[in-house]
């Protein structure tokens, strides 16, 4: 586990609800729009495509300079960002470390695309690792994540054939027994069509983070600023 310098991991042990954006494509400009409109994090991704935005991602060095620019602008707000280094069959200590030493705050990953070489010394402790559970994990499987090394479970759980259908009381059940088997902080992505007016029942469970993604946001940095800042005023409202 973390030693405690991950700034993601202070954010989620502080009393807030923590608003991350998961950007739909590595471009300054989505970044800058997120930040603006009051997101606390971002993540950002390589080696994959993602399925909600249907948008490829290519590799550490050929994002790099995307990369760089958004941990500028980033780092110039205080705002900790986030990496998934990829949805190969399994991503080695290597890849872990390559991305580390770039400065992200944080790593992301399915548990299944992780090496076990994640959980040994081959991977240093400054950075927070968040395991990812999605909706083929088995309830045990769930519960043992309370007792491997991670820092932050996210509740990637919604079959894809139920992205972008509104969030159900069956889910906020399911979010909260997430948290109440891993006793850690939970995260909880818009894979929903997730609404600002859903956050106090969403807090009410006892996750501790609301991830926006592509989902909710869509890709355009206008629609970015416009959903992030009225989830950052529902927040707000709240604390």
Same mark, same amino acid.
């Given at each position: 586990?973390?030693?405690?310098?991950?700034?993601?991991?202070?954010?989620?042990?502080?009393?807030?609800?923590?608003?991350?954006?998961?950007?739909?494509?590595?471009?300054?400009?989505? =970044? &800058?729009?997120?930040? @603006?409109?009051?997101?606390? $994090?971002?993540?950002?991704?390589?080696?994959?495509?993602?399925?909600?935005?249907?948008?490829?991602?290519?590799?550490?060095?050929?994002?790099?300079?995307?990369?760089?620019?958004?941990?500028?602008?980033?780092?110039?707000?205080?705002?900790?960002?986030?990496? $998934?280094?990829?949805?190969?069959?399994?991503? @080695?200590?290597?890849?872990?470390?390559?991305?580390?030493?770039?400065?992200?705050?944080? $790593?992301?990953?399915?548990?299944?695309?992780?090496?076990?070489?994640?959980? &040994?010394?081959?991977?240093?402790?400054?950075?927070?690792?968040?395991? =990812?559970? @999605? !909706?083929?994990?088995?309830?045990?499987?769930?519960?043992?994540? =309370?007792?491997?090394?991670?820092?932050?479970?996210?509740? &990637?759980?919604?079959?894809?054939?139920?992205?972008?259908?509104?969030?159900?009381?069956?889910?906020?059940?399911?979010?909260?027994?997430?948290?109440?088997?891993?006793?850690?902080?939970?995260?909880?992505?818009?894979?929903?069509?997730? !609404?600002?007016?859903?956050?106090?029942?969403?807090?009410?469970?006892?996750?501790? =983070?609301?991830?926006?993604?592509?989902?909710?946001?869509?890709?355009?940095?206008?629609?970015?600023?416009?959903?992030?800042?009225?989830?950052?005023?529902?927040?707000?409202?709240?604390?």
């Amino acid at each position: 586990m973390t030693d405690g310098n991950s700034t993601f991991l202070t954010l989620l042990n502080s009393r807030r609800i923590v608003l991350i954006m998961s950007l739909p494509g590595n471009e300054p400009e989505l =970044a &800058s729009a997120a930040i @603006d409109s009051g997101a606390d $994090v971002l993540k950002v991704h390589i080696n994959l495509e993602h399925r909600a935005s249907g948008l490829k991602f290519g590799t550490l060095e050929e994002e790099r300079s995307n990369l760089e620019k958004i941990l500028d602008l980033a780092g110039k707000s205080g705002v900790p960002v986030g990496i $998934v280094p990829g949805a190969m069959s399994v991503i @080695d200590a290597g890849q872990i470390q390559e991305v580390e030493a770039f400065g992200f705050d944080f $790593v992301s990953a399915y548990a299944h695309h992780l090496s076990p070489a994640v959980l &040994s010394g081959a991977v240093t402790s400054r950075v927070a690792k968040m395991i =990812a559970a @999605d !909706s083929t994990y088995s309830v045990e499987e769930i519960e043992a994540m =309370a007792r491997v090394e991670f820092d932050i479970v996210e509740a &990637s759980i919604i079959p894809p054939e139920g992205y972008g259908e509104p969030l159900s009381c069956r889910d906020l059940l399911s979010y909260q027994n997430i948290v109440g088997w891993t006793g850690k902080p939970v995260v909880v992505p818009t894979q929903r069509r997730i !609404s600002p007016e859903d956050v106090p029942a969403l807090v009410a469970t006892g996750i501790r =983070a609301i991830m926006l993604g592509a989902v909710v946001t869509g890709c355009t940095p206008e629609n970015i600023a416009t959903q992030v800042a009225v989830f950052r005023r529902s927040i707000d409202e709240l604390f």
